[in-house]
């Protein structure tokens, strides 16, 4: 039997040297989903609406994901199941062309709405910890629910499919409003939020990962004390010598097959479970 258990796979038939309890989080449900998003409002900034206005001809070329704001409800008639309601908020950048000159980069906010329904299982004890929260005292509505699973949102950021722009018309459309403040600063101009003007459209397909989890205690298997095995990289004052340690990136040079993309899960080979 080796003296020391390395974390990793174990070999052998190492025995453990104590039971010990920790606390964790356990998921109890969760769920996958590919979303395309179709035709969402792109709600420009001042300066890009104005952009907008006056180009010949739009190109949306990415979409960043800024936050989520998650909402877990008791569902009432289904006792231990739940609402999980999603509000997603992206940063979509586009280029803008007017005439022969260069493009001009515009940026704006989209968001989107999504509703799931996870098992959560039922709780009826409130926690509290001595962490430090700030607020946390002026905040009744979470000390009242402190018994709800934690909902958690796994994303990447979206993919942009396609774009539109349509001339300035009142089709009715419900303008967005209460935008966050920390929302709000990651842009360098006041958002638009008008009818007037033209308006931009992008269609983004989007990957998602919906889990609800609830605190619990387990009785694990412990080997020993967990030591860190590796020294510290970087501590050499010659830079030629921290860079002598560095991997030659071979894949950067030679890119992979579909194939190769496939075995390492980075490949889409199959479709997905909603």
Known sequence: MPDKVSPGPICGNPAPREAVCIHTRKVYDSCRDKDCLQDIRVYLTTGSQALLNSATSVKANAAELLWA????????????????????????????????????????????????????????AHIFSSQYVPNGFDTPQGIERTNLPVAVVEVVDPVVLSSKVLESCDCGETLL?????????????????????????VTLGQFSIIKLEREIQLLMPAYDICMPNKESVGSSDDPCELFQNFKFPVSEFFPPKATDLIKTGRGNNGSCQR
């Not at 980069?105 to 299982?121: A, E």
């Not at 360098?188 to 459209?201: A, H, N, T």
């Open 177 to 201: 409003s209460d935008i966050p403040e920390g929302i709000c600063s990651c842009f360098d101009e006041d958002i638009y939020l008008s009818s007037e003007g033209r308006k931009l459209y």
């Open 69 to 124: 704001k998650i909402d877990v409800e008791p569902i009432n008639f289904n006792k231990g199941f739940y609402t999980v309601d999603i509000k997603f908020y992206y940063r979509i950048s586009a280029d803008v062309y007017s005439g022969a000159g260069r493009p001009r980069r515009i940026y704006g906010l989209s968001t989107f709405d999504k509703r799931t329904v996870l098992f959560g299982s039922e709780g009826s």
